[in-house]
């Protein structure tokens, strides 16, 4: 299946983990909203988890560094670390883009 496909493949549910709502967490945010708006529009849904509220999900889900992306769905899991302000980075690691 290409990349191309899998975009097709619905649902997709993203999870960014964030500690605080701090610039760094809001940019992630932001960054995400514009990609799934422009690659998986009416596909996907995000869930943000702050850490600061609920810190035992760090351990349960390996989280080490934040913002880390998720994708939940479709499998397999896929994690991404930072702020998501590198496009093309985010869309490899979603499997959007083919692998150079």
Known sequence: MSAADAATDGPW???LYIAGRT?????AL???RQICEEHLAGM???EVVDLLERPQ????EQIV??????RRLPPP?????GDLSNTERVLI???LLPRR
């Open 44 to 46: 996907y849904s995000i």
């Open 65 to 70: 560094a934040i913002p880390t992306l998720e």
């Open 93 to 95: 690691g979603l499997d």
């Open 57 to 60: 999900l760090a351990q349960g």
């Open 23 to 27: 610039a760094r967490s809001e940019a």
């Open 30 to 32: 932001h960054n995400l």
């Open 13 to 15: 549910h993203l999870r």
């Open 77 to 81: 899991v896929r994690k991404i670390i």
